[in-house]
Each structure stands twice: as C-alpha cells, then as structure tokens.
C-alpha cells in the first residue's frame, strides 16, 4: 500500500513561514523524483516544486527565491520551506511522486492577517 501523508499547514500572517513535510511508504522513496503541488479555491490545480532523485530541483515562477524543495532519503520525507508567505500562496498542498500517480490527502496554507 503506498500512502503520502502531508502535514506541516495551517495559518500564517503574509511574510510568514512554514514548513510542510511529507511523509512517504510503500514506495522505494529514493527511486522517486517527487512534486509538490497546490490548489487555489476555485482554481487549478498547480505544480509548485519538484526534486529528482539526485536533488535537482525545480520551481514554478510564482515562489522561486521564496520555496525550497528538499528530501531526506533516509526518513522517507520531502519537504517543502515557504518563505515571505502571500495571500496567493493559500491553497491546499499535495505532495506527489512524480513519474507514478501517488497524491497524498493534502494539507491546507492560509496567508491571511
């Protein structure tokens, strides 16, 4: 059974600060390039990072210089850092592996003051 499990959401003032992690099983996690995404109310659903598995990263414009991607092979884990937070960073974060089509549940950011 594979399962992503994400945590780390929840409210914070623009400017602000989070870390989401997201917690990986029944996967080789270390074979896995993987994604996180998001998705705005009534928008689609937009792709905000990726890490191969070399950790090569990439990053939608909209939070470069502002979100890194990381993973620790050894936990299982990815990570997503967001800095200088804003409104239009609320959505609902889903991690994801990038080549197969594993989503966790999700976990919801807010920015707002």
Do not use: H
């Not at 967001?82 to 920015?111: F, H, I, R």
């Amino acid at each position: 059974q594979v399962q992503l499990v994400e945590s780390g959401g929840g409210l914070v003032q623009p400017g602000g600060s989070l870390k989401l992690s997201c917690a990986a099983s029944g996967i080789i996690f270390s074979l896995n390039d993987m994604a996180w995404y998001r998705q705005a109310p009534e928008k689609q659903r937009e792709l905000v990072a990726t890490i191969t598995t070399g950790r090569s990263t990439n990053y939608a414009d909209s939070v470069k210089g502002r979100f890194t991607i990381s993973r620790d092979n050894a936990k299982k884990m990815v990570y997503l850092q967001m800095n200088s937070l804003k409104p239009e960073d609320t959505a609902v974060y889903y991690c994801k592996t990038v080549k197969l089509n594993y989503w966790g549940q999700g976990t919801q950011v807010t920015v707002s003051s």
